[in-house]
């Protein structure tokens, strides 16, 4: 009879944030499979559970699921964990999931903690609709790219960042999105947690005055301002999304999007 796959939630910074029945798969599985079996050591030999851990991460995920599976087509039972949270967010774990499903093979999840939703539930936004995006690309054209795509979303933007490039990715928050409410989530659970509330603007002010920024981090964007349609003159429609702190060729993208012409229309009009 083959074994499980156990998906198994760990803290992402307090060690107490961890769930029994999490501690118990963990100390009942044949082997554990880990992002990083240093970091994980850490947790095990504070709980005092003694199991034989492999590495399993984006570099060998191809190589390392082929036998994983074969061990529990053997009968074994394999907890999958990552370095902090729950596996497969923004982390490896999708191919052995995957695989281990095509072989029949039970996977469990054991739930637990998540930086995007411990983040999400005290940001202060609205929580009835949200997307969570991964980490936001390093480089500036593509990032704006991925906001400028999600611009339209009505719903709360959730994304990680690096610390030395949050900054920067404030800076292409305001200049593609305007002036949301935004929330920026420091070392959530760990001693030195903070949340930034505020615009994109002002709180990259007050991170750009720092000597140093670390840290993990969840930035968070709320919903934008709606366009509405009404009698309003194209122009005003844009004026009104400019007085919100939308740039003026955004707005006229926006406009010309809710009101089904191509921009280049909206724009002429505005001329006129």
Known sequence: MPGVLYIVSTPIGNLEDITARAVRVLGEADLIACEDTRQTRKLLDHYGISKPAVSYHEHNE??????????????????????????LISDPGYRVVRAAIDAGITVTPIPGPSAALAALAASGLATDAFRFCGFLPPK??????????????????????????????????????????????REVTKMHEEFL?????????????????????TVLIGKGAAVTLDDRSIEEAVQELEQQGVARMEAIKRVAKARGISKRDAYRQVLK
Request: proline share 4%; hydrophobic share 40%; glycine share 6%.
């Open 197 to 217: 509330r505020g615009t994109a603007e002002e709180i990259r002010a007050e991170l750009a005055q720092r000597a140093s920024i670390r840290g993990e981090i």
């Open 62 to 87: 191809a190589a390392r699921s082929a036998e994983l599976i074969e061990r529990m087509s053997g009968g074994e039972n394999i907890a999958l964990v990552s370095d902090a949270g729950t596996p």
């Open 140 to 185: 500036m054209t593509q990032r704006r790219k991925i906001l400028t795509d999600l611009q339209d979303e009505d719903c709360t933007l959730i994304f990680y960042e690096a610390p030395h490039r949050i900054v920067e990715a404030l800076e292409d928050i305001v200049s593609t999105m305007g002036p949301r409410p935004v929330v920026v989530a």
